[in-house]
Protein backbone atom coordinates (compact mmCIF):
# COMPACT_ATOMS: atom_id res chain seq x y z
CA UNK A 1 0.00 0.00 0.00
CA UNK A 2 1.64 3.56 -1.02
CA UNK A 3 1.14 5.73 1.27
CA UNK A 4 0.46 9.99 0.47
CA UNK A 5 3.03 11.03 -1.62
CA UNK A 6 3.91 15.09 -1.85
CA UNK A 7 6.13 16.71 -4.75
CA UNK A 8 8.20 18.95 -4.80
CA UNK A 9 9.95 18.67 -1.93
CA UNK A 10 11.08 21.74 -1.88
CA UNK A 11 10.81 24.71 -4.13
CA UNK A 12 12.03 28.76 -4.25
CA UNK A 13 9.73 31.25 -5.70
CA UNK A 14 10.19 35.23 -5.89
CA UNK A 15 6.86 37.21 -4.78
CA UNK A 16 4.13 37.80 -7.29
CA UNK A 17 4.44 33.98 -8.69
CA UNK A 18 2.31 31.26 -9.05
CA UNK A 19 2.85 27.68 -7.64
CA UNK A 20 1.22 24.12 -8.07
CA UNK A 21 1.85 21.87 -5.40
CA UNK A 22 0.99 17.84 -6.32
CA UNK A 23 -0.35 15.26 -3.91
CA UNK A 24 -0.95 11.53 -4.63
CA UNK A 25 -3.48 9.93 -1.85
CA UNK A 26 -3.37 6.62 -0.55
CA UNK A 27 -4.74 3.91 -2.40
CA UNK A 28 -8.26 3.90 -1.23
CA UNK A 29 -8.65 7.39 0.01
CA UNK A 30 -11.24 9.63 -1.68
CA UNK A 31 -11.20 12.87 0.01
CA UNK A 32 -7.89 15.21 0.57
CA UNK A 33 -7.00 18.15 2.41
CA UNK A 34 -4.53 20.56 2.46
CA UNK A 35 -2.48 22.37 5.26
CA UNK A 36 -0.27 25.23 5.53
CA UNK A 37 2.26 25.16 8.53
CA UNK A 38 4.20 28.33 9.03
CA UNK A 39 7.92 27.23 10.88
CA UNK A 40 6.97 27.28 14.32
CA UNK A 41 2.90 26.59 14.58
CA UNK A 42 0.45 23.92 13.65
CA UNK A 43 -0.92 23.09 10.80
CA UNK A 44 -3.78 25.36 9.49
CA UNK A 45 -6.76 24.16 7.53
CA UNK A 46 -7.27 25.46 3.56
CA UNK A 47 -9.69 23.41 1.84
CA UNK A 48 -10.79 19.78 1.30
CA UNK A 49 -11.74 17.70 -1.51
CA UNK A 50 -13.81 15.15 -1.70
CA UNK A 51 -15.03 13.46 -5.17
CA UNK A 52 -13.58 16.01 -7.24
CA UNK A 53 -15.05 19.03 -5.71
CA UNK A 54 -14.04 21.22 -2.51
CA UNK A 55 -16.51 20.85 0.05
CA UNK A 56 -14.60 22.98 2.90
CA UNK A 57 -12.89 25.88 3.52
CA UNK A 58 -10.34 27.71 5.83
CA UNK A 59 -9.76 31.36 6.14
CA UNK A 60 -7.77 31.56 2.90
CA UNK A 61 -7.95 33.74 0.50
CA UNK A 62 -9.48 33.03 -3.27
CA UNK A 63 -5.54 32.95 -4.61
CA UNK A 64 -5.33 29.48 -2.84
CA UNK A 65 -6.93 27.05 -5.04
CA UNK A 66 -7.15 23.86 -5.74
CA UNK A 67 -8.51 21.10 -7.93
CA UNK A 68 -9.02 17.06 -7.30
CA UNK A 69 -8.78 14.16 -10.49
CA UNK A 70 -10.55 11.60 -10.66
CA UNK A 71 -7.47 9.25 -9.00
CA UNK A 72 -7.84 11.09 -6.19
CA UNK A 73 -4.57 12.76 -6.76
CA UNK A 74 -5.00 16.65 -6.15
CA UNK A 75 -2.73 20.22 -6.84
CA UNK A 76 -2.93 23.13 -4.61
CA UNK A 77 -2.12 26.25 -6.59
CA UNK A 78 -1.31 29.39 -5.05
CA UNK A 79 -1.09 32.71 -7.47
CA UNK A 80 0.17 35.86 -6.22
CA UNK A 81 2.86 34.58 -4.00
CA UNK A 82 3.61 36.84 -0.93
CA UNK A 83 6.46 36.49 1.83
CA UNK A 84 4.00 35.33 4.38
CA UNK A 85 3.01 32.28 2.26
CA UNK A 86 6.22 30.48 2.63
CA UNK A 87 5.62 27.94 5.11
CA UNK A 88 5.52 23.76 4.96
CA UNK A 89 2.17 22.55 2.75
CA UNK A 90 0.64 19.39 3.91
CA UNK A 91 -1.12 17.46 2.60
CA UNK A 92 -3.38 14.29 3.87
CA UNK A 93 -5.97 11.91 2.45
CA UNK A 94 -8.84 9.74 3.52
CA UNK A 95 -11.93 8.13 3.43
CA UNK A 96 -15.17 9.76 3.72
CA UNK A 97 -15.57 13.34 4.37
CA UNK A 98 -15.46 14.04 8.34
CA UNK A 99 -12.82 14.09 10.78
CA UNK A 100 -14.34 12.38 13.58
CA UNK A 101 -13.79 8.87 12.83
CA UNK A 102 -11.45 8.34 9.64
CA UNK A 103 -7.86 8.42 10.34
CA UNK A 104 -5.95 11.31 7.91
CA UNK A 105 -3.21 9.97 6.42
CA UNK A 106 -0.36 12.84 6.15
CA UNK A 107 2.73 13.05 3.14
CA UNK A 108 5.96 14.43 4.11
CA UNK A 109 5.04 18.09 2.75
CA UNK A 110 6.35 20.81 0.23
CA UNK A 111 8.52 23.53 1.75
CA UNK A 112 7.92 26.98 0.35
CA UNK A 113 10.39 29.75 0.08
CA UNK A 114 9.06 33.00 -0.85
CA UNK A 115 11.99 35.36 -1.68
CA UNK B 1 -16.54 27.05 17.50
CA UNK B 2 -13.74 24.79 18.17
CA UNK B 3 -10.59 25.66 19.44
CA UNK B 4 -7.80 23.63 21.36
CA UNK B 5 -4.75 25.14 23.76
CA UNK B 6 -1.75 23.66 24.21
CA UNK B 7 -0.70 24.96 27.51
CA UNK B 8 3.37 24.00 27.35
CA UNK B 9 5.11 25.24 23.86
CA UNK B 10 8.21 23.56 25.46
CA UNK B 11 8.37 20.34 27.44
CA UNK B 12 11.90 18.71 28.91
CA UNK B 13 12.04 15.70 30.67
CA UNK B 14 14.99 13.31 31.37
CA UNK B 15 14.84 9.59 30.01
CA UNK B 16 12.82 7.16 31.52
CA UNK B 17 10.93 9.66 33.28
CA UNK B 18 7.31 10.18 32.92
CA UNK B 19 5.80 12.99 29.60
CA UNK B 20 3.00 15.04 30.52
CA UNK B 21 1.47 16.99 27.27
CA UNK B 22 -1.25 19.32 28.27
CA UNK B 23 -3.90 20.40 26.08
CA UNK B 24 -7.54 21.94 26.64
CA UNK B 25 -10.19 22.02 24.20
CA UNK B 26 -13.63 24.50 23.29
CA UNK B 27 -16.50 22.50 21.61
CA UNK B 28 -19.86 23.53 21.41
CA UNK B 29 -20.84 19.75 20.89
CA UNK B 30 -19.22 16.39 21.65
CA UNK B 31 -16.25 17.05 20.26
CA UNK B 32 -13.60 14.24 18.24
CA UNK B 33 -9.87 14.99 19.44
CA UNK B 34 -6.82 13.65 18.32
CA UNK B 35 -3.15 13.77 19.46
CA UNK B 36 -0.62 13.43 16.05
CA UNK B 37 3.41 13.48 16.47
CA UNK B 38 5.73 15.19 14.14
CA UNK B 39 9.38 14.23 13.65
CA UNK B 40 11.65 16.34 12.17
CA UNK B 41 11.64 15.61 8.30
CA UNK B 42 8.57 13.33 8.78
CA UNK B 43 4.90 13.50 7.74
CA UNK B 44 2.32 13.99 10.40
CA UNK B 45 1.59 10.29 12.62
CA UNK B 46 -1.84 10.11 14.49
CA UNK B 47 -0.88 8.60 18.09
CA UNK B 48 -4.57 8.43 19.44
CA UNK B 49 -7.89 9.40 19.06
CA UNK B 50 -11.05 9.85 21.39
CA UNK B 51 -14.28 9.59 19.68
CA UNK B 52 -16.92 9.65 22.47
CA UNK B 53 -15.84 5.66 23.30
CA UNK B 54 -13.44 4.81 26.28
CA UNK B 55 -12.36 8.17 28.29
CA UNK B 56 -8.64 6.74 28.79
CA UNK B 57 -7.20 6.47 24.98
CA UNK B 58 -4.08 4.02 24.22
CA UNK B 59 -2.15 5.19 21.36
CA UNK B 60 1.16 3.67 19.90
CA UNK B 61 4.47 3.78 21.36
CA UNK B 62 3.07 3.68 24.68
CA UNK B 63 1.20 7.02 24.93
CA UNK B 64 -2.50 7.51 26.46
CA UNK B 65 -4.49 10.23 26.63
CA UNK B 66 -7.31 10.75 28.99
CA UNK B 67 -10.90 12.76 28.42
CA UNK B 68 -11.94 15.05 30.81
CA UNK B 69 -15.44 16.33 30.14
CA UNK B 70 -15.29 18.63 33.18
CA UNK B 71 -12.31 19.93 32.79
CA UNK B 72 -11.78 19.93 28.96
CA UNK B 73 -8.90 18.53 28.77
CA UNK B 74 -7.07 16.06 26.41
CA UNK B 75 -3.90 15.49 28.13
CA UNK B 76 -1.29 12.69 26.36
CA UNK B 77 0.33 11.15 28.90
CA UNK B 78 3.51 8.11 28.30
CA UNK B 79 5.09 6.59 31.73
CA UNK B 80 8.23 6.85 30.80
CA UNK B 81 9.95 8.76 28.73
CA UNK B 82 12.73 7.58 25.56
CA UNK B 83 15.20 8.98 23.62
CA UNK B 84 13.21 8.25 20.24
CA UNK B 85 10.23 10.64 21.78
CA UNK B 86 11.67 13.69 20.68
CA UNK B 87 9.69 15.14 18.62
CA UNK B 88 6.63 18.19 17.97
CA UNK B 89 3.36 16.94 19.72
CA UNK B 90 -0.26 18.58 18.61
CA UNK B 91 -3.65 18.34 19.72
CA UNK B 92 -6.18 18.34 17.67
CA UNK B 93 -10.13 18.71 17.53
CA UNK B 94 -12.08 17.77 14.87
CA UNK B 95 -14.94 20.41 13.17
CA UNK B 96 -17.13 18.43 11.46
CA UNK B 97 -19.75 21.07 10.73
CA UNK B 98 -16.77 22.56 8.87
CA UNK B 99 -15.01 19.31 8.11
CA UNK B 100 -11.60 20.54 9.33
CA UNK B 101 -9.51 19.65 11.93
CA UNK B 102 -8.36 22.14 14.18
CA UNK B 103 -4.78 22.06 15.34
CA UNK B 104 -3.35 23.73 18.25
CA UNK B 105 0.20 25.46 18.38
CA UNK B 106 2.12 22.29 19.39
CA UNK B 107 4.33 21.02 21.80
CA UNK B 108 7.96 20.35 21.64
CA UNK B 109 9.11 17.56 23.98
CA UNK B 110 12.55 17.62 24.58
CA UNK B 111 14.35 14.53 26.17
CA UNK B 112 17.53 14.95 28.30
CA UNK B 113 19.88 11.96 28.52
Known amino acids: ETGVTQSPTHLIKTRGQQVTLRCSSQ?????VSWYQQALGQGPQFIFQ???????GRGNFPPRFSGLQFPNYSSELNVNALELDDSALYLC??????????????FGPGTRLTVL | AQSVTQLDSHVSVSEGTPVLLRCNYS??????LFWYVQHPNKGLQLLLK????ATLVKGINGFEAEFKKSETSFHLTKPSAHMSDAAEYFC???????????WGAGTKLIIKP
Open chain 1, 92 to 105: ASRTGTSGSYNEQF
Open chain 1, 27 to 31: SGHNT
Open chain 1, 49 to 55: YYREEEN
Open chain 2, 27 to 32: SSYSPS
Open chain 2, 50 to 53: YTSA
Open chain 2, 92 to 102: VVSDDLNYQLI
